[in-house]
């Protein structure tokens, strides 16, 4: 009786567990290692990414917002590098001089012109200002 359970069991299991296991385990191992060799995408240029620390060291997110997110004291920089007027030189004398309620920063030339291609990469990424949508009658929203 006891062997014939023994037996049994044994026909369960065609595969040995120790094989499976080593199969799911190279398996993993084969895996990883071809993730591992894919080349990382990088961006286009390492600037942008340079100027948002420099965003973040000066700290601008405590008054300014990007798509609406941030300190309310100043405007949404979102899109100032493209708006009409304003754009790279109207942003560095911005920094630069500073106004009655935004302070000055004296940022290096290599900070400045990382933090420009940082908000020139942002205004690329899209539209804040939802104000500038039309809702249709039907139901559709245009730009
Ligand atoms: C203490 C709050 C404060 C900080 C910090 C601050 N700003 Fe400002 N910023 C303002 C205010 C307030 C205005 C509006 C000024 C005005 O109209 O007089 C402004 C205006 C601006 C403008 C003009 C925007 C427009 O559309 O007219 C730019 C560009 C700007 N800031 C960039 C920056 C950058 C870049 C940083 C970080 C290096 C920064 N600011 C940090 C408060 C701040």
Not at 46 to 72: A, D, I, R, T
């Amino acid at each position: 009786m006891c062997e014939l359970e023994l037996t049994n069991k044994k026909n369960k299991y065609p595969m040995k567990p120790i094989f499976v296991f080593t199969l799911i385990c190279s398996a993993f191992l084969v895996y990883s290692f071809s993730i591992y060799l894919q080349p990382v995408a990088s961006a286009k240029s390492e600037l942008p990414g340079e100027g948002k620390m420099v965003w973040q060291k000066y700290n601008c997110q405590s008054c300014h917002q990007l798509f609406g997110l941030g300190g309310y004291l100043g405007p949404d920089l979102t899109n100032t590098y493209s708006e009409a007027g304003k754009g790279a030189v109207f942003i560095k004398a911005m920094i630069e001089v500073g106004t009655k309620q935004m302070p000055s920063f004296k940022m290096d030339e290599t900070e400045m012109r990382a933090l420009l291609a940082f908000l020139e990469a942002m205004d690329q990424t899209g539209k804040s200002d939802p104000r500038s949508f039309t809702i249709h009658a039907n139901g559709m929203i245009s730009q």
